[in-house]
């Protein structure tokens, strides 16, 4: 019955957003997550939905994941939202942004000629409120890679 009378007063919200089933399937599981660590829902924003949209779209277009169009998180090859948010969760820099206190948020998803899936999320604050800036990974090590002769 909660559940219900959530989604009810949830679902206006989102589709006077975007009708984009994949980017509410989204924002539904990014809340469910923020709800696990007893943070505030997002709000799902039509400005965030059109970056993420455009550069998931700009992605598969490309068949090559990275970023540079607004956005914060982006993956490849997860064939649900629930796995895209699952390999999300597992790495520190995007969980961050998932969790973040940024009280604005929008998703996009966009599939390949190939078939393959590309994600991308954005997030932004409140006009009074500045956004985080992106963390830049730095790693600890370098790795040195090293071709071998088949003999």
């Known amino acids: 019955m909660f559940e219900v009378i959530l989604m009810m007063t949830i679902m206006p919200q989102i589709h006077l957003v975007t009708e984009d089933p994949m980017a509410i399937a989204m924002h539904k599981e990014a809340m469910k997550h923020r709800k696990e660590h007893n943070l505030k829902p997002q ?3 039509k400005e965030c939905c059109q970056i993420a ?3 998931a ?3 598969a277009s490309q068949h090559s994941m990275y970023h540079g169009g607004g956005e914060q998180i982006v993956a490849v090859g997860y064939a649900t939202p629930e796995s895209a948010f699952g390999g999300w969760m597992g790495s520190s820099g995007h969980r961050y942004w998932v969790l973040s ?3 604005k948020c929008g998703w ?3 599939q390949s000629n190939t078939g393959r899936w590309y994600w991308a999320g954005a997030f932004r ?3 009074n409120k500045p956004t985080p800036k992106p963390t830049t990974y730095v790693p600890t090590r370098r790795f040195r890679f090293q071709l071998f002769k088949r003999r």
């Open 101 to 103: 206190d940024t009280d």
């Open 57 to 59: 779209e700009h992605m």
């Open 125 to 127: 604050n409140s006009a």
């Open 108 to 110: 996009g998803a966009a």
């Open 43 to 45: 709000t799902l924003d």
């Open 53 to 55: 949209q455009k550069w």
